[in-house]
């Protein structure tokens, strides 16, 4: 029985370690193109702001020195923060009058609040290009220039990056880096773009750009009013409509801080994780089987051969996924049991409060 456990785990781990290496060898990273350095001011840049105050006043002060020439607007959507975030964009809209408030709306019933602020900003953007991305991004010179490019060249409705992540707290060490670990392990990134179908999509809310004529004839985020995944969704949205999305990797050109604690970690993926199997109980309890106890099996099985495969798989997988997440190969390797175990936990976590109907995020109750 406990050989026929751990040789069911092992084959589980090795179709992820496949996933992973399409990812490895086909290379899903944005384009350095660097003939492409200018582009004309007809990108509006949308960033919905509730209590940023922290991270808005890194981001706008990196888009005056670097990149706020290439955008025709810079607008953010104060969602009824409770900090200083208003005064703190008002303030740098005296440096550059590119960066505009808008002042946020009340919830309407049925809307979640990312979702509303990011149909708020829509309304208001004139571009030709809508990039949504969130406060706690921060852009490099190239990466608007060579996003803009292959939005153009590949004639794509929506392009979306995932981001280098910054981690400097314990916490967030332990915890981050399972969002590029479970992306890259479970979803082919080039058969996002390649393939019609919306099963096989992805997408991220920190960085997303729009043709904005098709973006108004559709309404995204409207579409997707009361979805948490609201970005996975818009690009299945993308595809049922027979367009064509892509996501990337940013590939250096951006980096995000997305977390200031394992706790605040926990709680952020926590919302989401239960999602990505869409609410699919039986699903998700297996999927964390093989995420914690699985490897019990696999070493109780006393087989030298399994245990070495087992072992090398998971090893060569953090090395892959390290290395096109551009992340410590060294600490993942030495962390993966506890890593592991804080994966599973997230699990569990997200299972009880998407049961239980506690699913808040910033002061908001979202399920």
Not at 36 to 49: G, R, W
Not at 51 to 68: F, P, W
Not at 313 to 339: A, D, G
Request: glycine share 4%; charged share 15%.
């Amino acid at each position: 029985m406990i050989l026929s456990i751990a040789y069911v785990v092992l084959g589980f781990m090795m179709v992820r370690w496949l996933v992973v290496l399409f990812n490895f060898v086909t290379r899903p990273l944005l384009p350095v193109n660097k003939s492409v350095n200018s582009i004309p001011e007809q990108i509006s840049l949308l960033i919905p702001a509730r209590n940023e105050e922290h991270n808005l006043k890194i981001l706008l002060a990196t888009l005056i020195e670097n990149n706020t020439s290439i955008f025709k607007e810079v607008l953010i959507l104060d969602d009824h923060s409770t900090d200083n975030t208003a005064a703190l964009v008002s303030e740098f809209s005296k440096q550059d009058p590119k960066i505009k408030l808008l002042k946020g709306s009340d919830l309407p019933t049925g809307w979640l609040g990312k979702n509303w602020a990011c149909h708020q900003l829509a309304l208001a953007a004139t571009g030709s290009y809508l990039l949504f991305i969130d406060a706690d991004t921060s852009l490099s010179k190239e990466v608007v220039p060579y996003a803009l490019n292959r939005l153009q060249t590949l004639k794509l409705a929506l392009l979306s990056l995932f981001p280098d992540q910054q981690m400097k707290s314990v916490g967030e060490k332990m915890t981050v880096p399972l969002m590029h670990y479970f992306l890259l392990t479970l979803l082919p990134l080039r058969l996002v773009k390649s393939t019609s179908e919306p099963s096989l999509s992805a997408a991220n809310g920190q960085f997303m750009l729009f043709d904005a004529n098709t973006y108004k004839k559709f309404e995204f985020h409207k579409l997707v009013k009361d979805n948490i995944l609201e970005d996975v969704n818009i690009m299945r949205l993308v595809k049922k409509n027979g367009l064509k999305g892509e996501v990337l990797l940013a590939n250096g050109t951006m980096i995000c801080r997305m977390y200031r604690s394992g706790r605040e970690a926990i709680n952020g993926f926590g919302k989401n994780f239960f999602l990505g199997f869409n609410k699919n109980i039986p699903a998700f309890l297996i999927y964390l089987f093989f995420i914690l106890p699985g490897w019990i099996f696999v070493f109780l099985s006393f087989n030298p051969a399994l245990i070495i495969t087992y072992t090398t798989l998971i090893l060569t997988i953090r090395l892959m996924v390290s290395v096109l997440s551009n992340q410590s190969v060294s600490f993942n390797f030495f962390m993966h049991p506890l890593q592991a175990m804080v994966f599973a936990y997230i699990g569990i976590y997200s299972l009880y409060i998407h049961l239980t109907g506690k699913v808040e995020w910033k002061g908001r109750k979202i399920s």
